[in-house]
């Protein structure tokens, strides 16, 4: 078993290998690498996207990858292997990113990444530090995880979601914001699992473990 954490120089990949690796560890989930080569993320049995910075020069990263993007795509779409997008991982698996400019996302889950607009004008953006998640939707990577439970977030831009079946989790922020999206073998989460420390590390293990 085989999880790849892609780097397309974007994404706290040091600290989101050392959290998926103990998991794996505990949950008997085998090897966990950081890659920027094709050919494993071809043969990988699961697929970690992370992601900080702009929606467009994150993508751009993506696409310029040597391979990397036909490979991940490939993978997910075809032969339907298992996904978790963090933070603007995430948002590139939406139909169209607003940040900066409109760019095309992967549009596996419907819907636009836009910038945070908080009613209370007390409330700041980026919105960020830790947040009461609210499940929506039950689903196998909540297993130990109930409403209430914190999660850590760095963020500007979130997902509106089409179809809100879609979206499994959201945060309060004087708007509904969503924080994990998923459908079929794919999942997204807005906040940094990785960081998350209890709440996180039992939602990496249950990715790990989930067999969809």
Same mark, same amino acid.
């Given at each position: 078993?085989?999880?790849?954490?892609?780097?397309?120089?974007?994404g706290n990949l040091?600290?989101?290998?050392? /959290?998926?690796?103990?998991? /794996?560890?505990?949950?008997?989930a085998g090897d966990v690498v950081v890659t920027a080569d094709a050919g494993v993320v /071809?043969?990988? *049995?699961?697929?970690?996207?992370?992601?900080?910075?702009?929606?467009?020069?994150?993508?751009? /990263?993506?696409?310029?990858a040597g391979g990397v993007y036909d490979a991940m795509v490939e993978a997910v779409e075809v032969k339907g292997r298992p996904f978790l997008g963090i933070c603007? =991982?995430?948002?590139?698996?939406?139909?169209? =990113?607003?940040?900066?400019?409109?760019?095309? =996302?992967? *549009?596996?889950?419907?819907?636009?990444?836009?910038?945070?607009?908080?009613s209370d004008p007390t409330l700041k953006v980026p919105?960020?530090?830790?947040? *009461?998640l609210v499940i929506d939707h039950p689903h196998p990577v909540f297993d130990g995880v109930t409403t209430g439970d914190h999660a850590y977030f760095v963020h500007s831009y979130h997902m509106a979601v089409d179809n809100p079946a879609q979206r499994l989790a959201h945060v309060d922020y004087a708007e509904e914001v969503t924080a994990i999206i998923g459908r079929d073998t794919m999942l997204g989460m807005q906040f940094h699992p990785e960081?998350?420390?209890?709440?996180?590390?039992?939602?990496?293990?249950n990715f790990l473990s989930w067999t969809p």
């Open positions: 078993m085989l999880t790849a954490i892609i780097d397309y120089e974007s040091h600290s989101a290998h050392k /959290a998926f690796e103990r998991m /794996a560890r505990e949950v008997g /071809a043969r990988a *049995d699961r697929i970690v996207l992370p992601g900080d910075g702009a929606f467009p020069a994150c993508m751009a /990263a993506l696409q310029g603007v =991982g995430m948002q590139l698996m939406a139909s169209m =990113g607003r940040e900066y400019r409109d760019t095309p =996302g992967l *549009d596996w889950i419907a819907g636009d990444v836009t910038r945070i607009t908080p919105h960020m530090g830790w947040n *009461d960081k998350s420390q209890t709440t996180g590390l039992r939602l990496i293990a």
